[in-house]
């Protein structure tokens, strides 16, 4: 990771949300911060008052002289900043118009606009924070729930960090002492390299693997669990998203054919944000708008991480029903037989199409009798990667995971080299590949291209 500043060009842009509010900011960070500033700002010389503080005063247009806003200018000095370059923060009035005009002032007084997460994108160029830092910048940004915000918060932190770092560090530690070996062979301790690199590519492998079984867990956490809820129409969909929900979010008639749109409201269930998607009833229809929904409703269970499937109780198993089975039979899924208040006319034995490894819930949603069970079920069924882990670091993203895997195999590559009597410098670069691939986690080595589509997906400001 660069360590020293490099220079760029100062960059600016609105760092609050967009809208009428008490106050909004505009956020200028590089080394003309302070310079460009001062040409549109009357009140004490930016340049010349104590770091970290902040200033009173009115930003002005240069060419008419008019008064824009009435300001409070916070002036911190390089390098303690969020980007460690020079930063400046305009306190403007709330509002879109006055924020924006303040904005386009200094963009005339030379700054650049910011793309969106350059700022974060300058903290880690400027080696403030790594690359999973920088990721949990965003995770914690957008946390749903206090326990994705705990999570992202120990990672801005730099657990996740320190923990890969000591694991490049062992391996950089044996791959010197293979080095040493080599170059004096006279000690003839070919033996002792191979012991030595296989224990050592168990142990970093038995620390990734604890660290994988977090990944699944935790990219949830940070980014929800899309689980759509299924069936035919009339089972009683709309009503379990209410008891869910806790709330009358959709509309529940005895009409078939009631939700004809997507409807989608977050959950807190034990921590996990659950994305809730309650979706048009399917079966053949004539009826247009009905059969939209339809559609969507079978886009939904294409993109869902969990399918409740609902079934009618009181109903024998219909031809649809079957279908649904089918179309979800590879995909995670609760089956629940809900309208058990009613007569019964289906067990679960009666389902020929259910798989051992379905989870099968019996509910009223008019009584609400078995909704703490839905609830249980997928609090547990998604906590469990975090809760068996050894781990108290938690891997959050895709990236995070993926390159974990491959570094995993680079290990597993190095056992089974050493296995077949392989050459010790074909080993070697197995472990090699070990240490880069971890270093792309923290980003100590990384391609150009990545960094950028990292952080094109923070938001503006940030
Ligand atoms: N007796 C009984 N009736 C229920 C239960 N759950 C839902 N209902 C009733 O079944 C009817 C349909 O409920 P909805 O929740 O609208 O069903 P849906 O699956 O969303 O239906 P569509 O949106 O048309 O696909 C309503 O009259 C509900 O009151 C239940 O557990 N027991
Ligand atoms: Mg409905």
């Given at each position: 990771m660069p360590s020293t500043v490099t220079e760029y060009d100062t960059i600016a842009a609105i760092?609050?949300?967009?809208?009428?509010?008490?106050?909004?900011?505009?956020?200028?960070?590089?080394?003309?911060?302070?310079?460009?500033?001062?040409?549109?700002?009357?009140?004490?010389?930016?340049?010349?008052v104590a770091s970290h503080t902040i200033n009173y005063g009115h930003i002005v247009d240069p060419t008419t002289n008019d008064l824009v806003d009435e300001v409070m200018v916070s002036v911190m000095h390089a390098p303690k900043t969020f980007t460690r370059e020079d930063v400046i923060e305009v306190n403007t009035h709330g509002g879109i118009v006055p924020t924006n005009k303040v904005l386009q002032l200094i963009i005339g007084a030379g700054a650049r606009m910011a793309e969106p997460g350059e700022f974060t994108k300058r903290a880690f160029l400027n080696g403030r924070i790594d690359l999973t830092q920088a990721e949990s910048v965003m995770d914690l940004i957008r946390a749903k729930t206090d326990k994705a915000m705990q999570v992202a918060v120990n990672q801005l932190d730099g657990n996740l960090e320190h923990l890969i770092s000591s694991l490049r560090q062992e391996i950089l530690d044996v791959l010197a002492q293979v080095e040493v070996n080599i170059d004096y062979p006279e000690y003839d301790t070919e033996q002792m390299t191979t012991k030595m690199l296989l224990e050592k590519a168990k142990t970093v492998g038995a620390s990734i693997d604890e660290l994988l079984k977090t990944a699944d867990s935790g990219e949830i956490l940070q980014h929800g669990l899309a689980t759509a809820i299924i069936g035919k129409p009339n089972v009683g969909k709309s009503s379990l998203l209410n008891r869910l929900l806790d709330e009358d979010k959709a509309i529940v008639t005895d009409v078939a054919g009631t939700t004809r749109d997507v409807v989608e409201?977050?959950?807190?269930?034990?921590?996990?944000?659950?994305?809730?998607?309650?979706?048009?009833?399917?079966?053949?229809t004539e009826d247009k708008v009905e059969k939209i929904g339809v559609e969507r409703s079978k886009k939904a269970i294409d993109s869902a991480d969990l399918i409740i499937l609902v079934l009618d109780s009181s109903r024998k198993l219909e031809e649809e029903d079957i279908q649904l089975l089918d179309a979800t039979s590879d995909k995670r899924r609760i089956v629940i037989f809900n309208k058990n208040d009613l007569?019964?006319?289906?067990?679960?034995?009666?389902?020929?199409?259910?798989?051992?490894?379905?989870?099968?819930?019996?509910?009223?949603?008019?009584?609400?009798?078995?909704?703490?069970?839905?609830?249980?079920?997928?609090?547990?069924?998604?906590?469990?990667?975090?809760?068996?882990?050894?781990?108290?670091?938690?891997?959050?993203?895709?990236?995070?995971?993926?390159?974990?895997?491959?570094?995993?195999?680079?290990?597993?590559?190095?056992?089974?080299?050493?296995?077949?009597?392989?050459?010790?410098?074909?080993?070697?670069?197995?472990?090699?590949?070990?240490?880069?691939?971890?270093?792309?986690?923290?980003?100590?080595?990384?391609?150009?291209?990545?960094?950028?589509?990292?952080?094109?997906?923070?938001?503006?400001?940030?």
């Open positions: 760092s609050t949300p967009p809208g009428e509010g008490g106050i909004s900011i505009v956020r200028v960070s590089g080394d003309q911060a302070f310079s460009i500033v001062k040409k549109v700002f009357k009140g004490k010389d930016l340049e010349k409201q977050y959950v807190n269930i034990d921590g996990i944000p659950l994305k809730l998607i309650d979706t048009a009833g399917i079966r053949d007569m019964p006319e289906l067990h679960p034995v009666e389902v020929s199409q259910l798989k051992s490894d379905d989870i099968i819930l019996i509910t009223s949603a008019i009584k609400n009798d078995g909704i703490e069970q839905i609830k249980d079920t997928i609090g547990k069924l998604f906590n469990a990667g975090i809760e068996d882990s050894s781990s108290d670091v938690i891997i959050t993203s895709a990236r995070q995971a993926g390159l974990l895997r491959q570094a995993k195999q680079s290990l597993n590559d190095v056992i089974s080299g050493i296995e077949a009597g392989m050459p010790i410098d074909l080993v070697q670069i197995d472990m090699t590949t070990c240490w880069d691939k971890l270093g792309e986690i923290t980003g100590d080595s990384y391609p150009d291209e990545l960094i950028t589509q990292l952080f094109s997906q923070f938001c503006l400001g940030k």
